[in-house]
């Protein structure tokens, strides 16, 4: 698992003002390794289905959710399900959806006020499934209130509020999980299964594609931040995933075919087509394209080439009846034609594991740093797209300033801090401001490697 960066403890006292790209580089570096950790964290935390491992009663797991659209409904039912764990209050601002979830699902209580489930004293832990725009906010206001937070992506749009949200659940000390549901998707984890065993030998090259079956409306794009952070970031990670490493340097492409109407918009939110080049470690390299429109339905594909062999992935489809006639040989029917049918099994599974970590106190499988690489890529890519040139991570990690780990900004003007806090590259200085969240903590030895260093 990629190091977290600059996080924060209540023992840490002098966290002078540090330059947050110099730890941030340290996620992208090949080879390093913490001052707490074993280099073999760094590898990507391997997703897995709900496995109970609890022996002996417990008291259940209160959580309350907000937010009861279809996302959050999606994340109830599989709640409800879950074994060691109780849904106790539900939350939306029309208050009416909070009351039809409520009544569906059994749940006790329901508002119109998300402050109502973070503050609630009998909830342990929090799913937030709001608009992306309240995320950041309410990740903080869990953590302050002692809540272990679920988040669907993305933390934040914006780097450094990011960065304060995942370092608001380290200080605090609660578990912080973020929704990248493609990883729990069983197609993707059979060819990640495939790559772990060397079923196809070592991976050379690596190629996903998300096509939509059709464009979403202009409002939707506008604002939205562009086809790299509301679509493509989704490939992006599962590159990651399966790649189980760290990227170094991305070269995008942008245009527009689809919706014309759309090429007034600013960036990349005037692209509905895009392709990506990534490179990793040892020459791998990966390739994504995505395109706001499929004619032939949901195109979610993954293929990995190897050096004994090639492992793919085919579209998702409602049955698996086909059709033979002198004309046409094929599936009788479309793939899926909407997120919420093809993955709708990975939200389920993905819902279970977080229940699971809160059970069984174990590690999350998708972290907040998982949530934070994905979103420097997407940032990368957009950067690529707009200046024509690959563009390696690091330059995105490195316009991040923090004042103290829940205080951050962005930085445009280097020459506004002194020589000293520029980065150096030098990944081996990182490892002393690189501290580990709540389920690192746990770690044998941690204790007394925190001391030698910070006495």
């Not at 403890?9 to 390794?33: D, Q």
């Not at 493609?182 to 096509?211: H, M, Q, Y």
């Not at 392709?275 to 990793?280: D, E, F, G, L, N």
Request: with cysteine.
């Amino acid at each position: 698992q990629p190091i977290s960066p600059c996080q924060y403890t209540r023992h840490y006292h002098n966290f002078k003002m540090v330059r947050l790209g110099s730890a941030l580089i340290a996620i992208f570096a090949v080879g390093s390794a913490s001052a707490f950790a074993p280099a073999s964290q760094h590898a990507v935390r391997s997703t897995h289905v709900l496995q109970m491992t609890t022996t002996e009663a417990k008291d259940p797991v209160k959580v309350g959710v907000i937010g009861c659209g279809r996302i959050g409904i999606v994340h109830l039912g599989a709640i409800n399900k879950a074994p060691g764990v109780v849904p106790i209050i539900v939350s939306n601002p029309t208050v009416s959806k909070a009351e039809d979830a409520a009544k569906k699902f059994g749940v006790a209580k329901f508002t119109s006020d998300a402050m109502d489930v973070i503050t609630d004293p009998d909830v342990d832990a929090v799913w937030i499934c709001s608009p992306s725009q309240f995320h950041a906010d309410q990740i903080k206001a869990c953590a302050a209130n002692g809540k272990h937070v679920f988040c669907e992506k993305p933390i934040a749009t914006d780097l450094a509020e990011t960065v304060e949200a995942i370092n608001a659940c380290n200080e605090a000390g609660v578990k912080l999980m973020i929704g990248l549901q493609r990883r729990f998707d069983p197609n993707f984890l059979r060819v990640r299964r495939a790559i772990e065993e060397k079923e196809v030998g070592d991976t050379i090259i690596i190629k996903t594609c998300s096509r939509d079956p059709s464009p979403p409306p202009y409002e939707y794009v506008k604002g939205g931040g562009g086809i790299f952070n509301d679509m493509a970031v989704h490939d992006l990670d599962m590159t990651r995933f399966l790649a189980g490493d760290d990227p170094i340097e991305i070269l995008a492409v942008g245009s527009c075919h689809i919706d014309k109407s759309i090429e007034d918009l600013p960036g990349s939110e005037a692209f509905d087509t895009a392709s990506c080049i990534v490179r990793y470690p040892n020459g791998v390299s990966a390739m994504v394209d995505v395109c706001r429109q499929s004619s032939y339905g949901y195109d979610q594909r993954a293929e990995v080439l190897g050096t004994s062999g090639m492992i793919a992935t085919d579209n998702v489809y409602p049955n698996t009846a086909k059709i033979y006639k002198n004309n046409y040989t094929g599936n009788a029917d479309m793939p899926f034609d909407f997120f919420l049918s093809r993955y709708f099994e990975a939200y389920v599974t993905e819902t279970e594991a977080f229940c699971e970590s809160l059970v069984n106190d174990s590690a999350v499988p998708c972290t907040g740093i998982d949530g934070l690489v994905a979103l420097v890529m997407s940032l990368a890519a957009d950067k690529s797209a707009a200046e024509g040139r690959w563009v390696k991570f690091s330059e995105i990690i490195e316009q991040v300033y923090c004042a103290n780990p829940t205080e951050c900004s962005l930085i445009a003007n280097d020459a506004m801090f002194p020589e000293g806090f520029k980065p150096t590259g030098d990944i081996k200085s990182l490892n002393e401001i690189v501290l580990p969240d709540v389920d690192q903590k746990k770690e044998a030895g941690f204790a007394d490697k925190f001391k030698k260093i910070f006495g």
